[in-house]
């Protein structure tokens, strides 16, 4: 079956020998002299795999290794009883977070957002919103920077991954109680753009610790207030 001969070639096990330890494969008669190919296919850096929090790894394998890769979903974006984070996946070790103790209240937020029916979009929209504000030196700037740097403080490694600098290996990280504040923001507001951005803005400014948020027409914040909610 074709099947079986791409799953020998990705296991770099002869076919007999898969067959043998896998009996309800089906068999192919012309399977043993036809050559099978594997096709890689780079994944985005969202859907790539990030190193997992070592001490889960150790205790998970029995001590037998701490190294591990994972594709970990949004809510989990870092151990809060481990306080390790692996933010991107250029990062071949963790990062640990004990000296901002506010990512872990927000991964805790994030568990109770997940019970909102609209957390799904409420994250992807929040996330972009931060993302744009943190390339952009925009609102939050200086709490951001304050953050960031207990991190490189506590993970030098983050200074010697030639591919990216730690403000760009970090900054899921770095705005994750802000994006997972403004994704409860987002997923509670009422439907109806046009009519009440401005109580929107304040409470949003509110949940983020703000005083204001000025925006200006390519805030992708405004842009969501004003078209995305239908």
């Not at 009996?23 to 594997?38: G, S, Y």
């Not at 992807?124 to 993302?131: G, H, L, Q, S, V």
């Not at 490694?157 to 409860?184: M, N």
Request: with cysteine; aromatic share 4%; net charge positive.
């Amino acid at each position: 079956m074709r099947v079986s001969r791409h799953l020998a070639v990705l296991a770099r096990t002869p076919l007999p020998h898969l067959t043998r330890a896998l009996p309800r494969l089906a068999p192919h008669d012309e399977a043993h002299h036809i050559a099978a190919t594997a096709r890689w296919k780079l994944l985005e850096a969202g859907q790539q795999p990030v190193r997992a929090c070592t001490l889960c790894t150790r205790h998970r394998s029995h001590g037998a290794t701490d190294t591990a890769w994972a594709h970990r979903p949004p809510h989990r974006l870092m151990c809060p009883r481990h306080h390790q984070a692996a933010p991107d996946p250029r990062l071949t070790s963790t990062v640990r977070t004990w000296a901002v103790p506010e990512l872990t209240a927000a991964h805790h937020a994030h568990q109770r957002l997940l019970r909102h029916p609209r957390a799904a979009t409420a994250w992807t929209a929040a996330r972009a919103i931060t993302t744009r504000w943190y390339d952009h030196q925009q609102h939050l700037t200086h709490r951001w920077h304050t953050r960031l740097t207990p991190l490189i403080a506590d993970s030098p490694h983050l200074a010697t991954t030639g591919s990216a600098s730690p403000a760009l290996l970090t900054r899921d990280l770095v705005t994750y109680p802000e994006t997972v504040a403004l994704a409860r923001a987002l997923a509670t507001l009422p439907n109806r753009p046009h009519r009440d951005a401005g109580n929107a803005l304040n409470l949003i400014a509110h949940r983020l610790g703000l005083p204001r948020l000025p925006l200006n027409a390519n805030d992708p914040l405004h842009a969501f207030l004003t078209h995305t909610r239908h």
